[in-house]
T-cell receptor, first 112, second 114 residues
Framework: GEDVEQSLFLSVREGDSSVINCTYT??????LYWYKQEPGAGLQLLTY?????DMKQDQRLTVLLNKKDKHLSLRIADTQTGDSAIYFC????????????FGQGTELSVKP | DTAVSQTPKYLVTQMGNDKSIKCEQN?????MYWYKQDSKKFLKIMFS???????INETVPNRFSPKSPDKAHLNLHINSLELGDSAVYFC?????????????FGPGTRLTVT
């Protein structure tokens, strides 16, 4: 079936690294995404990774994909208070058009 | 310039009313979506249109009717509103030819049914 799971909360100190984890069940995922949602705002696409890649780095963001375990993570280096938001992982299922399955979101709280 | 815009941003209405939410994108994308985000922040796709053709229609009550007058617009009409329809509704768009299917979201419309 199609299911994406994330832990609901993460709290870190400013300057530390944050790691947000996600697991998914559908092995036919083609792309996996990370979105950020700030309070009262829409979702902002942060980064994505193709399912045949293991890692993707984009400035402070590092995405790791373990396809065997169906595990995706987002590492934010040098976390800042402005990174406080809800982070959603999402998967695109093969052959279902643009349909994305979202996780429940992880609320990241960054303390000064 | 706003890429994906929605109107209104807030909508408060009574049970039984009919209301519409409008969405426009100026990204030149050919696919548009409606998502519903509930009070627990859970986000679920409702509909998707590609070049004005309905391609995704999840299990949504038929009180919800999307309409796409052209590629740049996807409106959502809701009949006989119920308390359970209270949520934030997001419009999104993507370009199907880009295999990455990156979706760009609007700011959301917070619907409150009283």
């Amino acid at each position: 079936g199609e299911d994406v799971e994330q832990s609901l909360f993460l709290s870190v100190r400013e300057g530390d690294s944050s790691v947000i984890n996600c697991t998914y069940t559908d092995s036919s995922s083609t792309y996996l995404y990370w979105y950020k949602q700030e309070p009262g705002a829409g979702l902002q696409l942060l980064t994505y990774i193709f399912s045949n890649m293991d890692m993707k780095q984009d400035q402070r963001l590092t995405v790791l994909l373990n396809k065997k375990d169906k595990h995706l993570s987002l590492r934010i280096a040098d976390t800042q208070t402005g990174d406080s938001a809800i982070y959603f992982c999402a998967e695109k299922i093969y052959n279902q058009g643009g349909k994305l399955i979202f996780g429940q979101g992880t609320e990241l709280s960054v303390k000064p | 310039d706003t890429a994906v815009s929605q109107t209104p941003k807030y909508l408060v209405t009574q049970m039984g009313n009919d209301k519409s939410i409008k969405c426009e994108q100026n990204l030149g994308h050919d696919t548009m979506y409606w998502y519903k985000q509930d009070s627990k922040k859970f986000l679920k796709i409702m509909f998707s249109y590609n070049n004005k053709e309905l391609i995704i229609n999840e299990t949504v009550p038929n009180r919800f009717s999307p309409k796409s007058p052209d590629k740049a617009h996807l409106n959502l009409h809701i009949n006989s509103l119920e308390l359970g329809d209270s949520a934030v509704y997001f419009c999104a768009s993507s370009q199907e030819r880009r295999l990455t299917y990156e979706q760009y979201f609007g700011p959301g419309t917070r619907l409150t049914v009283t």
